[in-house]
């Protein structure tokens, strides 16, 4: 029996990047994983169909986040979901990454991308937990995807940077609400990953060396790199850790 057999968990954003690489491994664990997207659907199934062709279970759940009544649209597809897979309703693990970035320096931010990142990056997390509460089962785990920039200044990034501070603070403030219930709230603080996020602003070899400097093994990080240690927050193992942010950045500002 794999170690997450039996348990349920929901990925935002699972469908491509850094979501994808941890939807794959909680399922390689023997979780049946919800994988949410927002607009490309085609990423979504093509997640679901390479879990199912390695013998795992997922399904997908379409949900576009940052816009009025979102938590309550994505539990909706989430319980429909369960419901197709004939699975025990309730969730064990919740994986809040979905996230937007490119927020500009202090002079070029727009109120309204102000908004929409607080939208998806932290009001949408913080109400998929409020409305989760009553599906996630006691012993549960919260695992909320930040980033480096929250403890190294990144000048360009001001609102984005905001938006995770704000979900470190909620992982923080959560841990303590919870912990009655035996549930653990935590982070992951990835550095630069090689995600859509990333390369797709980054198409030169001196543009992606640049983002390789940052790690003290001078390579650009893999999804795979932070999905190991998500997947040792959402197990067992990780049961006496609450309320922390794990930098998984291959040793960035170090
Ligand atoms: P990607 O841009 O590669 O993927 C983003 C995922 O989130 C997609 O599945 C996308 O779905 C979903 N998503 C984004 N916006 C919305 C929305 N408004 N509504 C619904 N779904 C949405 O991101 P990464 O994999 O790079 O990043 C994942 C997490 O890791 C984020 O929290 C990011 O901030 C964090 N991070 C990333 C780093 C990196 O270097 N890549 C570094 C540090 C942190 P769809 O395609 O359907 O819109």
Redesign the pocket.
């Known amino acids: 029996m794999r170690i997450l057999t039996g348990k349920t968990a929901l990925v935002?954003?699972?469908?491509?990047?850094?979501?994808r690489g941890i939807a794959e491994r909680l399922a390689r664990d023997g979780a049946l994983v919800g994988v949410?997207?927002?607009?490309?659907e085609a990423?979504?199934l093509e997640t679901v169909a390479a879990i199912r062709a390695n013998g795992g279970r997922a399904f997908p759940v379409g949900?576009?986040?940052?816009v009025p009544g979102d938590a309550g649209t994505l539990y909706g597809a989430f319980d429909a979901g369960m419901r197709d897979e004939d699975a025990e309703p309730g969730l064990d693990i919740l994986v809040n990454?979905?996230?937007?970035?490119g927020s500009g320096r202090v002079d070029d931010i727009a109120p309204d991308n102000f908004d929409r990142l607080m939208a998806?990056?932290v009001k949408a997390p913080l109400f998929l937990v409020q409305q989760g509460l009553k599906r996630l089962r006691d012993g549960g785990r919260i695992i909320n995807?930040?980033?480096?920039?929250v403890k190294h200044a990144f000048p360009e990034s001001v609102t984005y940077a905001m938006t995770?501070g704000a979900l470190e603070t909620m992982t923080l403030t959560l841990a303590k609400g919870l912990g009655a219930r035996g549930i653990t709230v935590n982070a992951v603080?990835?550095?630069?990953?090689a995600?859509?996020?990333?390369m797709r602003r980054r198409q030169t070899a001196e543009a992606r060396s640049a983002l390789a400097a940052h790690s003290v093994f001078n390579r650009v990080?893999r999804?795979a790199d932070i999905a190991d240690v998500v997947a040792f927050l959402a197990s067992d193992d990780s049961r006496w850790i609450t309320g922390q942010c794990i930098d998984v950045s291959g040793g960035t500002g170090l």
């Open positions: 935002t954003g699972g469908s491509r990047g850094i979501g949410h997207y927002g607009s490309g990423a979504a949900c576009e986040l940052g990454n979905a996230a937007v970035s998806v990056n995807v930040s980033s480096v920039v995770k603080a990835p550095g630069f990953v995600t859509d996020m990333n990080g999804p």
